[in-house]
């Protein structure tokens, strides 16, 4: 079976622009998070979705949205890009609404801002 | 806000020797995870402890959740350069019914062959 796969892998991005983040979970899984991971540092919580309903947010500006689609696969999208943006983007997916089991996480996409 | 401290930070040993990492927090979790990382790559999960003062062994590791589940901790036994990377604790607990997992500051194991 596929793990989690995230696209890109590697991006770069000028200051206010915007880019989108693609997550196709586990099959089977339907509970998709994105997590912002700066270097050598744990991974900050972004969004959770399941069955295609925002669950949970972290403490990440407007700029900052996303969505679940009926495959379950997500976008994470971000506007206005600053320098401070620049980080690894993880998604994981889970097969339980209540997790306690663990993630499967995907490799991640590496967002660079200049 | 849930928050995870992990001990020390960073870590740089020979190979052979001992080493513990320490998770700690002021709240409660539901479970505990420990992850692994390797440059360029996501996380891998290497445990889900849930009950207080379970322990829990792969191979030369030995995780352990506090009686107060309130923290944990990874002890490695004769550390082999295969397990430098960063090390990950995480607490899952509920929000509204739905899965919450709140990761630790993370450390950075380098094992010297």
């Known amino acids: 079976d596929a793990g989690v796969t995230q696209s890109p892998t590697h991006l770069i991005k000028t200051r206010g622009q915007h880019v989108t983040l693609r997550c196709s979970p586990i099959?089977?899984?339907?509970?998709v998070s994105w997590y912002q991971q700066v270097l050598g540092q744990g991974p900050q919580f972004i969004f959770q979705?399941?069955?295609?309903?925002?669950?949970g947010r972290g403490n990440f500006p407007d700029r900052f949205s996303a969505r679940q689609f009926p495959n379950y696969s997500s976008e994470l999208n971000v506007n206005a890009l600053l320098l401070g943006d620049s980080a690894l983007y993880l998604c994981?997916?889970?097969?339980?609404?209540?997790?306690?089991?663990?993630?499967?996480f995907g490799s991640g996409t590496r967002l660079t801002v200049v | 806000t849930q928050l995870l401290e992990q001990s020390p930070q960073f870590l740089s040993i020979q190979e052979g020797e001992n080493l513990t990492v320490y998770c700690n927090s002021s709240s409660v979790f539901s479970s505990l995870q420990w992850y692994r990382q390797e440059p360029g790559e996501g996380p891998v999960l290497l445990v889900t402890v849930v009950t207080g003062g379970e322990v829990k062994k792969l191979k030369r590791l030995t995780f352990q959740f506090g009686d107060a589940r309130k923290d944990s901790s990874l002890h490695i036994t004769a550390a082999q350069p295969g397990d430098t990377g960063l090390y990950l604790c995480?607490?899952?607990?509920?929000?509204?019914?739905?899965?919450?997992?709140?990761f630790g500051t993370g450390t950075k194991l380098q094992v010297i062959p």
């Open positions: 994981a997916s889970s097969s339980l609404r209540t997790g306690g089991f663990g993630y499967t």
């Open positions: 979705y399941y069955e295609k309903e925002e669950r």
């Open positions: 995480a607490g899952g607990g509920n929000s509204g019914g739905y899965q919450k997992v709140t």
């Open positions: 099959s089977g899984h339907k509970s």
